[in-house]
């Protein structure tokens, strides 16, 4: 069964804490991406990555880093968390557009 | 500027029911619609999708109609049960290709009452 993993489902931070949200997939994709989920904002793209060491910004960038070291794993980084990144974290995996595949979510407060 | 836009943040229908979840997008050029299921604390999952060189698609009880020239999309639910329950996002890819990233609009919560 075909796999992204996210490394924690529930996490509690304080504020000015450096955040690491891990992702790791199994499908050997090329692509790899990083949303963030809000109520009644929908599916936001934070960053995407199409190689390793490669990284693209998506439409919320600011106040967020990444890093793809090897393809399997796709990290997103919250140089100093705050409260306005409190929010569902997803990231996915494809080898196109059609082939989408998500982990369950990070949820993470900052308080 | 929302590309793809979901205008109806929620939706209550009867089980048995039809469910009609809406989806106008603004970008001529998208040639590919997909439609993703999310529950509470879990990660979306795909539905259905539909090319643009087709105007309807059929997966069971999940059909997707598309009307190019009302730039529109429609997922119709048939019947509705309880466990459809969930949020509800219709997608487009951004960039076309290999390497693009998906669209996704706001997202509509379908509630199926017993």
């Known amino acids: 069964d075909v796999k992204v993993t996210q490394s924690s489902r529930y996490l509690v931070k304080r504020t000015g804490e450096k955040v690491f949200l891990e992702c790791v997939q199994d499908?050997?994709?090329?692509?790899m991406f990083w949303y963030r989920q809000d109520p009644g904002l929908g599916l936001r793209l934070i960053y995407f990555?199409?190689?390793?060491?490669?990284?693209e910004k998506g439409d919320i960038p600011e106040g967020y880093s990444v890093s793809r070291e090897k393809k399997e794993r796709f990290s997103l980084i919250l140089e100093s968390a705050s409260t306005n990144q409190t929010s569902m974290y997803l990231c996915a995996s494809s080898r196109g557009t059609f082939g989408y595949t998500f982990g369950s979510g990070t949820r993470l407060t900052v308080v | 500027d929302q590309q793809v836009k979901q205008n109806s943040p929620s939706l209550s229908v009867q089980e048995g029911r039809i469910s009609i979840l809406n989806c106008d997008y603004t970008?001529?050029?998208?040639?590919?619609f997909l439609w993703y299921k999310k529950y509470p604390a879990e990660g979306p999952t795909f539905l259905i999708s539909?090319?643009?060189?087709?105007d309807k698609n059929e997966d069971g009880r999940f059909t997707v109609f598309l009307n190019k020239s009302a730039k529109h999309l429609s997922l119709h639910i048939v019947p509705s049960q309880p466990g459809d329950s969930a949020v509800y996002f219709c997608?487009?890819?951004?960039?076309?290709?290999?390497?693009?990233?998906?669209?996704f609009g706001k997202g509509t919560k379908l509630s199926v009452k017993p």
């Open positions: 990555s199409y190689d390793v060491k490669m990284k």
């Open positions: 997608a487009a890819p951004g960039h076309g290709g290999s390497q693009g990233n998906l669209i």
């Open positions: 970008n001529s050029m998208f040639d590919y």
């Open positions: 539909i090319s643009s060189i087709k």
């Open positions: 499908m050997d994709h090329e692509n």
